[in-house]
């Protein structure tokens, strides 16, 4: 007898998913053709950096990311590409 999956929430959803069988794609690969890749000439699109905050804004931005389901750096970098695309 086949055993029901129940579907879960996620942290960040609020609806119910059912968990995916993980993807397989050996059998339709040949890897004895494959050739290594190299892209000496490619930049990363973004830089590190490091930046000092009260960490009570911190935990502001922190709880508004979330409330927006988005990554807390994401939200910070949203909102300076808006402030400063005029």
Do not use: C, G, W
């Amino acid at each position: 007898m086949p055993v029901k999956e129940t579907p879960m929430a996620t942290r960040k959803t609020k609806t119910p998913q059912v968990p995916r069988e993980a993807a397989n794609s050996t059998a339709h690969l040949d890897l004895t053709k494959a050739v290594k890749a190299s892209f000496p000439q490619l930049k990363l699109s973004t830089e590190t950096i490091s930046l000092r905050m009260p960490a009570a804004l911190l935990d502001t931005i922190r709880i508004e990311a979330n409330r927006r389901d988005v990554p807390y750096q994401s939200l910070i970098k949203m909102t300076l590409a808006e402030q400063f695309r005029s």
